[in-house]
T-cell receptor, first 114, second 114 residues
Framework: DTEVTQTPKHLVMGMTNKKSLKCEQHMGHRAMYWYKQKAKKPPELMFVYSYEKLSINESVPSRFSPECPNSSLLNLHLHALQPEDSALYLC?????????????FGPGTRLTVT | AQSVTQLDSQVPVFEEAPVELRCNYSSSVSVYLFWYVQYPNQGLQLLLKYLSGSTLVKGINGFEAEFNKSQTSFHLRKPSVHISDTAEYFCAVSEDFGNEKLTFGTGTRLTIIP
């Protein structure tokens, strides 16, 4: 299995809702990432988990809460989002061993906040 | 801190013509360099990467790039483009001391004209 999967593909939520995005990889990668991408912009790093521990938080608002239950799974819990949080949310993973720092991206979750 | 500049936001090219997408980076240490492609409504796919060794790197779909340390550049080239190459192309840099952060350029929209 050489891919990163993300669910759901699309999500519409109200500003008072609580929802979660899920990311999974079975490549044995030890680093996992959440990115936010607005239209016609590059991905912006949100969080990095390395060996299941949060290693980087790019000053993301607390309404986004990441979780790494195990080495294959990464969640992003969403609560009280704003319309400007509407974006494509990308998950990625990386081996982080043997000098290989390539990041493998999932297809993304298209989030719309109403 | 590392940074990436993609000077061309849009590049229109006729089908079967050659193309070069420019990328310049800035870093105070050695770097790893990547080119990613993003097709509409999809995640990012790695085209090629430079970690060390030969400065001419060949990737998927007939693309290649040359690392030039003195000019701090990593331009992407293809000798003959196809309609299916229409996409957004992102150059990215990671500092090689194990930095977990991948810094993206602003992207170049490649449009192939039939």
């Amino acid at each position: 299995d050489t891919e990163v999967t993300q669910t759901p593909k699309h999500l519409v939520m109200g500003m008072t809702n609580k929802k979660s995005l899920k990311c999974e990889q079975h490549m044995g990668h030890r680093a996992m990432y959440w990115y936010k991408q607005k239209a016609k912009k590059p991905p912006e790093l949100m969080f990095v988990y390395s060996y299941e521990k949060l290693s980087i938080n790019e000053s993301v608002p607390s309404r986004f809460s990441p979780e790494c239950p195990n080495s294959s799974l990464l969640n992003l819990h969403l609560h009280a989002l704003q319309p400007e949080d509407s974006a494509l949310y990308l998950c990625a993973s990386s081996p982080r061993t043997g000098g290989d720092y390539e990041q493998y991206f999932g297809p993304g979750t298209r989030l719309t906040v109403t | 801190a590392q940074s990436v500049t993609q000077l061309d936001s849009q590049v229109p090219v006729f089908e079967e013509a050659p193309v070069e997408l420019r990328c310049n980076y800035s870093s105070s240490v050695s770097v790893y360099l990547f080119w990613y492609v993003q097709y509409p409504n999809q995640g990012l796919q790695l085209l090629l990467k430079y970690l060390s060794g030969s400065t001419l790197v060949k990737g998927i779909n007939g693309f290649e790039a040359e690392f030039n340390k003195s000019q701090t550049s990593f331009h992407l080239r293809k000798p003959s483009v196809h309609i299916s190459d229409t996409a957004e192309y992102f150059c990215a840099v990671s500092e090689d001391f194990g930095n977990e952060k991948l810094t993206f350029g602003t992207g170049t929209r490649l449009t192939i004209i039939p």
